[in-house]
């Protein structure tokens, strides 16, 4: 098992490291933040992936907002896998 609130986020058969940074009350909101900044990926406002946690648990997500140059997401929760 992962540390805890870790997470990998799949984009296709790219798959980017990362970490919860919060949960956004009742929302289907939350915060994660994504080590893309080595990466030549294209993650935009819309854009949808896969977040797997550290415990195995899939979700379908899409990212809402950009909140840094550094990588942290506001991303919606659509679906568990």
């Given at each position: 098992?992962?540390?805890?609130?870790?997470?990998?986020?799949?984009?296709?058969?790219?798959?980017?490291?990362g970490q919860?940074?919060?949960?956004?009350?009742?929302?289907g909101l939350?915060?994660?933040?994504?080590?893309?900044?080595?990466?030549?990926?294209?993650?935009?406002?819309?854009?949808?992936?896969?977040?797997?946690?550290?415990?195995?648990?899939?979700?379908?997500?899409?990212?809402?907002?950009?909140?840094?140059?550094?990588?942290?997401?506001?991303?919606?929760?659509?679906?568990?896998?």
């Open positions: 098992m992962r540390a805890f609130n870790s997470l990998v986020a799949h984009f296709g058969d790219t798959a980017i490291s919860v940074e919060a949960l956004e009350g009742g929302r939350m915060r994660v933040s994504l080590n893309i900044l080595d990466r030549h990926l294209a993650v935009d406002e819309g854009s949808e992936c896969v977040l797997e946690l550290h415990d195995g648990a899939r979700f379908r997500v899409v990212m809402t907002e950009r909140l840094s140059g550094a990588g942290e997401w506001r991303v919606r929760l659509l679906a568990e896998i």
